[in-house]
């Protein structure tokens, strides 16, 4: 799953300052979340721009699922995956 290649991606960041240098400059081009991915990809990471996109909404629609149509409201703005990421990242010495 694409939280778990986050999560091993990030873990590696923290230990390799080259690496957390070269994801922070994938923000400063031109399509930041498509050169994201391809040095994801590069370094054997299965992260693609459309598993981004979709990680937040997938856990909204499963927990208004997971209610059978039972007056539960949908989570307000899900988390942006890619967001999340930097700031995490970004964060970590």
């Keep these: 799953m694409i939280e778990q290649e986050l999560d091993r991606l990030l873990s590696a960041a923290k230990q390799d300052s080259e690496l957390k240098a070269q994801l922070i400059k994938t923000k400063h081009s031109d399509d930041p979340v498509e050169e994201f ?5 590069s370094l054997g990471y299965n992260i693609t ?28 703005g899900w988390d ?11 964060w970590t010495t």
Excluded: H, P, W
């Design 37 to 41: 991915c391809a040095l994801c990809q």
């Design 80 to 90: 942006d995956a890619y967001e999340q990421f930097f700031l995490t990242l970004e």
């Design 49 to 76: 721009a459309g598993e981004l996109f979709t990680v937040g909404m997938t856990a909204n629609d499963a927990k208004l699922r997971s209610v059978n149509g039972g007056g539960v409201n949908g989570i307000e």
